[in-house]
């Protein structure tokens, strides 16, 4: 590995004009972690029983926030509970869509924020901060008592499977703060006009995108500009068709893991939609704003993508649309989970930084989170759910919430994920992209797809930089 100093690599940036690169590089080689990885003078606090964490009330508390879907209110909010419970402490708040940029030379400077939103498509490389020892450990919060039951340890207040993203090597150095579910979307209101029923198997779904594309309507579209939120459904697919271990398999890059015969399957069964012309026209080339603009306008009757979809359209989805969320269809008769089985994970991560001049107060604002009315306000504020369970969320919910709430109810505990995209960022958002991109403009078939899917994988784990996590 090449040794780089922040200075010379940031001025090389800066005059080439591939900052990306450069960011990519720090994320490798210099993000602040090492043998010093322990936190720089971080301030303390006295421990009691109503501060478990040792916070000092009047140590200031730096957050930085990605402002993406969510927004930032949320986070005010947030903020305004910590500063009930510490008053002397001043909180300084930024927003950003550049986090990586933003933020990855303060992690080498060994002065990063207390707390950040890893989030959007500029986030930093979590195998990078995890591998450098950027982060701190979140077990000291998610092993003090709850704010709301004392009783309880933080981590048994979530919903499960809620820390898996975070966790590395058995220890969790992310909070992922909302719970996503993955779907098929559709308007209701549509369906329901044109007297058509969502499909359970594929066979019905083919038939359906007939009867949509004759009515003049395009059966699908997609986020052309990135292609990867189509490996999705075929992923969910392929797992209720052949179970979790074929998701494990991947996420430990064994050998072949995306030539399995349910991938190939699923990769065949959705390349279907390109083949056939089920696709709405130049969804190619729009991004997810475009393409999912162009849903909301009832151009195409589906979209692959998470809950937060309803959230980020909010402002151009009609009011009588009814954003509805459902399941990926059967493959098979014989599928080994249930049509009902959906992934569903939590996302939009939040890190403390080992070298966090106030860790503890770091934690302290993530448990402050983790409280009932810190989820509840956040869902009330961005109409998403959050990891915290038994949450009071209230009847008045909008319309794709209240599906994702059924959709999950009816899921139960044959849900599924996987992680293999937070292990190893570019293997989902470069080269699994890539190959949906070709796939779904029928520049490759599904035999080549799941070849160049486990090529890229192959790559992952022949390179010696990249540390490698195991998922049991």
């Known amino acids: 590995m090449n040794t780089y100093t922040r200075r010379s690599l940031l001025k090389s940036a800066a005059g080439s004009g591939v900052l990306a690169a450069a960011t990519a590089a720090l994320g490798a080689c210099a993000l602040g972690g090492g043998d010093d990885d322990k936190p720089n003078d971080s301030a303390q606090g006295a421990k009691n029983s109503t501060n478990p964490l040792g916070v000092a009330d009047d140590a200031p508390l730096e957050i930085v926030i990605f402002n993406g879907g969510f927004g930032e209110d949320y986070a005010k909010a947030h903020e305004g509970m910590y500063t009930e419970k510490y008053p002397k402490a001043q909180i300084k708040h930024s927003a950003t ?48 008592p709850s704010i709301d039951d004392p009783g309880k340890k933080v981590r048994d207040t979530l919903l499960p499977g809620s820390l898996l993203p975070g966790t590395y090597d058995g220890k969790t150095m992310a909070l992922n703060y909302t719970y996503t579910v993955y779907g098929l979307w559709y308007s209701a209101k549509l369906m329901a006009d044109k007297g058509w029923a969502y499909p359970k198997t594929w066979d019905e779904m083919i038939a359906l995108c007939k009867t949509i594309k004759a009515s003049g309507i395009s059966p699908w579209t997609y986020q052309g500009k990135h292609p990867r939120y189509m490996s999705w459904p075929i992923l969910s697919a392929a797992a209720k068709m052949a179970g979790q271990d074929v998701l494990i398999a991947i996420d430990n890059l064994e050998p072949n893991a995306w030539k399995h015969e349910a991938i190939l399957a699923a990769a065949e069964a959705y390349s279907q939609l390109a083949v056939d012309g089920y696709i709405m026209p130049g969804s190619e080339g729009l991004d997810h704003i475009q393409s999912q603009t162009e849903w909301c306008k009832g151009k195409a009757v589906f979209i692959s993508c998470g809950s937060w979809l309803e959230s980020e359209q909010k402002a151009v989805t009609p009011a009588d649309f009814a954003m509805t ?51 509840a306000d956040f869902t009330g504020k961005t109409a998403s759910l959050t990891c915290v369970s038994g949450v009071d ?27 293999y995209n937070s292990y190893y960022r570019k293997l989902e958002r470069e080269l699994v992209d890539a190959a949906c991109g070709q796939l779904f403009t029928k520049q490759i078939n599904a035999k080549q797809f799941v070849e160049q899917c486990q090529k890229g994988a192959d790559s992952i784990a022949k390179d010696d930089t990249i540390k490698k996590y195991k998922r049991s």
């Open 97 to 144: 869509q550049q986090i990586g940029t933003t933020l990855q030379p303060r992690f080498v400077d060994g002065s990063p924020p207390d707390v950040i939103d890893n989030s959007g498509a500029g986030q930093i490389d979590f195998n990078g901060l995890v591998s450098q020892g950027a982060l701190a450990d979140l077990a000291p919060m998610l092993d003090a």
């Open 325 to 375: 969320v459902a399941p990926t269809p059967s493959l098979t008769t014989g599928d080994k989970l249930p049509f009902e089985a959906l992934r569903g994970t939590s996302g939009e991560p939040f890190i403390v930084p080992a070298k966090a001049k106030n860790l503890n107060g770091g934690l302290e604002y993530l448990r402050i989170m983790l409280s009932k009315k810190g989820a």
């Open 393 to 419: 969320v209230g009847s008045n919910l909008p319309p794709g919430l209240t599906s994702v709430t059924k959709a999950l109810k009816a899921s139960g505990d044959k849900g599924f994920n996987w992680v």
